[in-house]
């Protein structure tokens, strides 16, 4: 026997497990520490700016010639773009989780090289950019001037000369954007009329500059080959590039006669200014630079987090007088605390679980064993979390609380059968231990087996669902091989040295525990017997349990994962079409005294100008995240995330100059860019702006009519009123007037004309060619502006180009190459998200037009995705638990009595989530799995038990009434000491609660009626699969009987 060799060698199995625990130990400090394991789907962006193009010239001649060759890349999930007024453009590739993100970087390259062929000049001048990188910004450090002796220009350069080169070279960090002021530039600001009356054009300054602001390489005197003798070799040194505004001012763009010079200063304004003017950052209302920090897909967020911080704070003791530093938002905050409250919930669970144990078996001799084996099991699974590279995270905590209630399982079987033989045999600790180990060895293998058999095949599901399962079930597997090992070596040496008969005389709580306990023993075994006896009644009750069970499960409300308050929300600002800069930050203002009215708001940071929801930059968009106190200051009800996201919609109501809509993040970060659904309305049939802007409101309006939907909202606008200048080109031939000249002069004087570069603070800066503010004011500017003809005559613009208003988008989307409006929204309260993915579809299916189709995006994409998932996994593992236990038994019948239990779990999980009005989401669908194998591991017990006393020689019945009377004490052991276990994640408040309620409730529910249940129809089951068995064993299926143990049986 393997134990017999552990129980003579006690010293040998101790040794054993300290070097277990001594792995484990030293493994956790490699581990890193993660919210949840690498289930980000990994992007790679693509970015680059079409200066002075609009969002629709920026869509026809960049985003399509490069998305149609980026389309298909190998891995591709989706691909989204947005393409802005201001020329940017910004295209995020989404590829398959595991994806190789380097791989696809390169893929991605390669096809964006061929495109660029494709692309404007000015557009291959700017460079095209292609990077890893999270879609997600992991914190904001916000740079102030308390003092305001510096400006928003000096404190967004001073980011980009001090800061974000540093940050950019820490491990992990993907990119480092600064939001404020742009970075300095050379600006030109023409007037128009000094050209007019000096026969200037636009054109004509551009062209003095690129000739008088030029590097030069001068070369050296006396370099060789030289002739002979040469003694020295100089350096020549010129003066070609400026750098300074007085030095732009002084470049000569034409002379006349006497003498007369005509240099910049006398037509235009010079100064060291911004590249772009688009938008503003604030920290609590206060100018600022804020610095986005995003982190590198597959990077760990806190150790990037850690380093960032850690930086600011060496950084921050050099700044200048008067700036300031602040990390108001910090995404691992939440993830830090999450954990914590984890490792808190796995402490309280093991001292639960300690106290079920000393109240059952009643003697700290017999509860010191499982408290010795248990931390080695939980222990030495760090080292196998190491072994296959994962993380501290959710996933892997929640597999170690809940593998507690597994570990102590086999750890009491063994301690209760060896304290059982001593009481009512008399024996000595060794020998009971011996014939105890004869006994439980069997079903503690079979058990590890079914373990085994439920969890490793999840494992290697695909998809964000198979990573979430992959660390749990893995997690729960390796600490259940550490337990079964444990219980037949450590455990049985144990025993056989510390147990001893426990005092006659007990303290008057044991007495009357046990009288309580005899009592409903007693109670017990008549209605076993009388359910063994009358087995039509009992099939009647247990098919009236199951069956309403199972209807109300199939049509409960699912989701993915839950939405936690995660300790921020973000708000959408949106002012009227074509709104300036000016009025968005008015606006901005009277939120600011919002948020700070708002109870439970601690920091906010807004980037005016800005746009999450279109992922672009537009001058009547602002973009809000709000950070909110800790966790343990908002435990009252309204102050937590979803109550204060309430009272911010009802404020915002308030605020007539624009639409402003507050949400949480997602529940997974970098998997969208909002809490709740996300779906790309889609013009695959060209019908054009206007359409898909008319259908994508009328969606919105209809949405939130709808029972089961709210907060539907789009921030798509094709209307946006805009100039259109109207070149008559017959007219530009009749006069000789090139038509780029035309182009360059309203791009020159309305969209700012990059130049050339100069230097400055050891880098390069643009110098950049625009009208001065108050000559681009009204459309009638443009016919000021004059252009050169062929022949060398000055021709007014106005005689070339007709102005008319017209309307135009603001930013125009793309998504896997169509034209797109994104719609948000959310579940209404008592509504899952599946329920609302749903009535969306349907109501889609009803509305849109063949011309026009959709797609999810974001997590409502992996929701779906997912799908019947989580079902095939449940049905797999039953499948694998039927038949590992065939072949144990080699018995077909003898399986399916096992098999009961796992629908009478499911009543309890049922009838918990109903009370506690809970959807079915992914960790639901983790705990049933969990319970699968609890399940099967309690009714193992009753049926091991079962057939060795049949095959004793007792009857059918007799055999079930007693095996059910011998296992009913261990069961409840067992059960309860898992049940109190995970009773902290059924309670759970603070950061990570949702998830852990989730998990909690359905292990909670579910193991509570398979206990109570299953003792009692387990019996009758084995009656009922035992007789068809030995009805069915001339066939062959069930083994002959064997004589009893001549060692000695079960009672």
């Known amino acids: 026997m393997f134990s017999r060799f552990f129980i003579d060698r006690p010293i040998f199995a101790t040794v054993i497990s300290i070097v277990i625990v001594i792995a484990g130990v030293v493994s956790i400090a490699f581990l890193p520490v993660a919210q949840y394991p690498e289930i980000t789907p990994p992007t790679v962006q693509v970015s680059t700016i079409y200066p002075g193009a609009n969002a629709g010239v920026v869509a026809d001649t960049v985003a399509a010639p490069i998305e149609q060759e980026v389309n298909g890349v190998e891995g591709m999930l989706y691909m989204s773009s947005s393409c802005g007024n201001d020329g940017s453009y910004r295209l995020t590739i989404t590829f398959k989780v595991g994806t190789d993100l380097d791989m696809a970087s390169i893929l991605v390259n390669n096809r964006v090289v061929v495109a660029a062929q494709k692309l404007p000049e000015d557009v291959r001048r700017q460079g095209i950019v292609v990077k890893k990188q999270s879609p997600d910004i992991l914190m904001f450090i916000s740079l102030t001037?308390?003092?305001?002796?510096?400006?928003?220009?000096?404190?967004?350069?001073?980011?980009?000369?001090?800061?974000?080169?540093?940050?950019?070279?820490?491990?992990?960090?993907?990119?480092?954007?600064?939001?404020?002021?742009a970075a300095y530039s050379m600006r030109i600001w023409l007037d128009p009329d000094k050209l007019k009356a000096r026969d200037l054009t636009t054109q004509d300054v551009v062209d003095a500059i690129r000739e008088q602001n030029v590097q030069v390489a001068a070369g050296q005197i006396g370099q060789p080959p030289a002739p002979a003798g040469q003694v020295f070799q100089y350096t020549i040194n010129t003066h070609g590039r400026l750098a300074e505004a007085r030095e732009f001012e002084e470049i000569i763009i034409k002379t006349a006669e006497g003498g007369r010079v005509t240099r910049v200063r006398d037509v235009a304004r010079v100064e060291l200014g911004a590249q772009e003017y688009n938008t503003s950052s604030q920290m609590n209302g206060v100018p600022s630079a804020s610095i986005g920090v995003y982190q590198l897909p597959g990077a760990n967020a806190i150790d990037v987090a850690k380093r960032v911080s850690f930086a600011m704070e060496r950084l921050g003791k050099t700044f200048?007088?008067?700036?300031?530093?602040?990390?108001?938002?910090?995404?691992?905050?939440?993830?830090?605390?999450?954990?914590?409250?984890?490792?808190?919930?796995?402490?309280?669970?093991?001292?639960?679980?300690?106290?079920?144990?000393?109240?059952?078996?009643?003697?700290?001799?017999?509860?010191?064993?499982?408290?010795?084996?248990?931390?080695?099991?939980?222990?030495?699974?760090?080292?196998?979390?190491?072994?296959?590279?994962?993380?501290?995270?959710?996933?892997?905590l929640f597999g170690l609380v809940l593998a507690i209630g597994i570990v102590v399982d086999d750890a009491i079987v063994v301690v209760e059968n060896a304290s059982r033989h001593i009481e009512e045999s008399g024996m000595s600790a060794r020998e009971a231990t011996i014939l105890a180990m004869r006994e439980v060895t069997g079903p503690i293998v079979a058990t590890t087996f079914v373990i085994l058999a439920v969890f490793v095949p999840s494992a290697f599901m695909p998809g964000i669902t198979g990573r979430l399962y992959r660390q749990f079930a893995l997690t729960i597997a390796a600490s259940t091989v550490f337990s079964a090992f444990n219980a037949l070596s450590l455990s049985p040496a144990l025993c056989a040295i510390v147990l001893r008969k426990s005092p006659e005389r007990r303290s008057l709580f044991f007495r009357g525990f046990n009288f309580l306990f005899d009592g409903g023993t007693s109670l017990y075994r008549r209605i076993v017997r009388r359910f063994t006896r009358h087995l039509v009644l009992g099939v009647i009750l247990l098919c009236a349990l199951v069956a309403p069970t199972w209807w109300r499960f199939s049509s409960m409300p699912t989701g993915f994962l839950p939405l936690e308050d995660q300790g921020y929300m973000i708000?959408?600002?949106?002012?009227?079409?074509?709104?300036?800069?000016?009025?968005?930050?008015?606006?901005?203002?009277?939120?600011?005294?919002?948020?700070?009215?708002?109870?439970?708001?601690?920091?906010?940071?807004?980037?005016?100008?800005?746009?999450?929801?279109?992922?672009?930059?537009?001058?009547?968009?602002?973009?809000?995240?709000?950070?909110?106190?800790?966790?343990?200051?908002?435990?009252?009800?309204?102050?937590?995330?979803?109550?204060?996201?309430?009272a911010l919609r009802a404020r915002f109501d308030s605020i007539q100059e624009a639409s402003i809509i507050a949400f949480p993040p997602p529940a997974i970060r970098g998997v969208g860019v909002a809490g709740g659904f996300q779906l790309q309305l889609q013009d695959q049939g060209g019908t054009g702006m206007a359409t898909l802007q008319e259908v994508a409101q009328e969606i919105t309006r209809l949405g939130n009519t709808q029972t089961g939907l709210a907060a539907l909202n789009t921030t798509f606008r094709a209307n946006v009123p805009q100039i259109f200048a109207d070149i008559d080109?017959?007219?530009?031939?009749?006069?000789?007037?090139?038509?780029?000249?035309?182009?360059?002069?309203?791009?020159?004087?309305?969209?700012?004309?990059?130049?050339?570069?100069?230097?400055?603070?050891?880098?390069?800066?643009?110098?950049?060619?625009?009208?001065?503010?108050?000559?681009?004011?009204?459309?009638?500017?443009?016919?000021?502006?004059?252009?050169?003809?062929?022949?060398?005559?000055?021709?007014?613009?106005?005689?070339?180009?007709?102005?008319?208003?017209?309307?135009?988008?603001?930013?125009?989307?793309?998504?896997?190459?169509?034209?797109?409006?994104?719609?948000?929204?959310?579940?209404?309260?008592?509504?899952?998200?599946?329920?609302?993915?749903?009535?969306?579809?349907?109501?889609?299916?009803?509305?849109?037009?063949?011309?026009?189709?959709?797609?999810?995006?974001?997590?409502?994409?992996?929701?779906r995705m997912v799908g019947s998932q989580?079902?095939?996994?449940?049905?797999?593992?039953?499948?694998?638990?039927?038949?590992?236990?065939?072949?144990?038994?080699?018995?077909?019948?003898?399986?399916?009595?096992?098999?009961?239990?796992?629908?009478?779990?499911?009543?309890?999980?049922?009838?918990?989530?109903?009370?506690?009005?809970?959807?079915?989401?992914?960790?639901?669908?983790?705990?049933?799995?969990?319970?699968?194998?609890?399940?099967?591991?309690?009714?193992?017990?009753?049926?091991?038990?079962?057939?060795?006393?049949?095959?004793?020689?007792?009857?059918?019945?007799?055999?079930?009434?007693?095996a059910a009377l011998v296992r009913l004490r261990p069961i409840l052991m067992t059960s309860f000491a898992f049940i109190m276990g995970v009773w902290p994640l059924v309670i759970a408040t603070g950061a990570g609660a949702a998830s852990r309620q989730s998990l909690g409730t359905t292990v909670f529910g579910g193991m509570l009626s398979a206990t109570f249940l299953a003792v009692l129809f387990i019996p009758m089951a084995f009656v009922i699969f035992q007789r068809l068995s030995e009805w069915y064993s001339p066939m062959g299926f069930e083994p002959p009987a064997r004589p009893p143990d001549s060692k000695g049986s079960a009672p």
Request: aromatic share 8%; proline share 4%.
């Open 145 to 181: 001037s308390p003092d305001g002796h510096y400006n928003d220009l000096f404190l967004s350069n001073f980011a980009t000369l001090r800061i974000r080169d540093e940050l950019s070279r820490i491990d992990g960090v993907g990119e480092v954007m600064v939001f404020g002021s």
């Open 320 to 396: 200048p007088e008067g700036v300031k530093y602040s990390i108001p938002f910090n995404t691992t905050k939440f993830v830090d605390v999450a954990i914590r409250e984890v490792v808190k919930t796995l402490v309280e669970a093991s001292l639960l679980v300690f106290l079920v144990i000393f109240v059952f078996l009643q003697d700290w001799r017999a509860t010191l064993i499982p408290a010795v084996t248990i931390p080695v099991s939980l222990i030495g699974t760090f080292a196998v979390m190491v072994a296959l590279g994962f993380s501290i995270n959710m996933l892997t």
């Open 729 to 863: 080109r017959e007219q530009v031939k009749n006069l000789n007037v090139p038509l780029s000249t035309v182009f360059g002069t309203l791009q020159a004087f309305l969209g700012s004309a990059y130049v050339n570069d100069f230097n400055q603070f050891g880098r390069t800066y643009q110098v950049k060619v625009q009208a001065d503010h108050e000559f681009r004011v009204k459309p009638e500017d443009i016919r000021r502006l004059e252009v050169r003809s062929a022949n060398d005559k000055m021709i007014p613009l106005g005689t070339l180009v007709n102005v008319r208003d017209t309307l135009g988008p603001q930013v125009v989307s793309r998504y896997n190459l169509y034209p797109t409006a994104a719609i948000t929204g959310e579940a209404a309260p008592g509504f899952s998200s599946g329920q609302a993915l749903r009535i969306m579809e349907g109501m889609l299916g009803r509305m849109l037009p063949s011309s026009l189709g959709f797609e999810w995006t974001g997590m409502s994409y992996q929701e």
């Open 870 to 962: 989580g079902a095939w996994i449940l049905l797999l593992a039953i499948t694998l638990v039927l038949l590992v236990l065939a072949a144990q038994y080699e018995s077909w019948t003898s399986p399916a009595a096992v098999i009961l239990s796992v629908p009478l779990a499911l009543v309890g999980t049922v009838a918990a989530h109903e009370i506690r009005g809970m959807e079915v989401n992914v960790y639901t669908q983790i705990g049933l799995v969990l319970l699968v194998a609890l399940a099967c591991k309690n009714a193992i017990l009753i049926v091991e038990f079962a057939r060795e006393m049949r095959h004793g020689g007792k009857g059918i019945e007799e055999s079930a009434i007693d």
């Open 571 to 646: 708000a959408s600002v949106q002012l009227p079409d074509a709104a300036s800069l000016e009025r968005t930050t008015e606006v901005a203002a009277k939120l600011n005294q919002v948020y700070a009215e708002t109870e439970g708001i601690h920091d906010w940071v807004s980037i005016v100008g800005f746009s999450l929801l279109d992922g672009g930059m537009s001058s009547n968009s602002m973009t809000s995240f709000l950070v909110l106190d800790d966790w343990e200051e908002r435990l009252a009800p309204n102050l937590s995330q979803f109550a204060i996201l309430g």
